[in-house]
């Protein structure tokens, strides 16, 4: 069974900053990529950031300069560091990971739970 548990959201006033985490536990071989989606309300979920097991990224438009995700292997942890937040970024944030259980498995992929982050004044 694996495992993605987020923690670090919370209510945050425009221009500040968040740094989300995001803990893979559980029966794994190995995390391929991984990433940060956000839903809202009525609204597909949509990518925020991802990042390779070899440490390319790529984020979306709305966030370059802004946010940074990093990972660190040996803790199978992942952050998204926010910085400059405005409304507009309010959304629950999940995060995602493509693991494999066994090394002659396939991937599969797996979702945490999601963490709210509400910036307002």
């Known amino acids: 069974q694996v495992q993605l548990v987020e923690s670090g959201g919370g209510l945050v006033q425009p221009g500040g900053s968040l740094r989300l985490s995001c803990v893979v536990s559980g029966s794994i071989f190995s995390i391929n990529a991984m990433g940060w989606y956000r839903q809202t309300p009525g609204e597909q979920r949509e990518l925020v950031a991802g990042?390779?097991?070899?440490?390319?990224?790529n984020y979306a438009d709305s966030v370059k300069g802004r946010f940074t995700i990093s990972r660190d292997n040996a803790k199978n942890t992942m952050y998204l560091q926010m910085n400059s937040l405005k409304p507009e970024d309010t959304a629950v944030y999940y995060c995602n990971a493509v693991v494999r259980v066994r090394s002659y498995s396939a991937t599969f992929n797996y979702w945490g739970q999601g963490t709210q982050v509400t910036v307002s004044s």
């Open positions: 990042i390779t097991n070899g440490g390319n990224t």
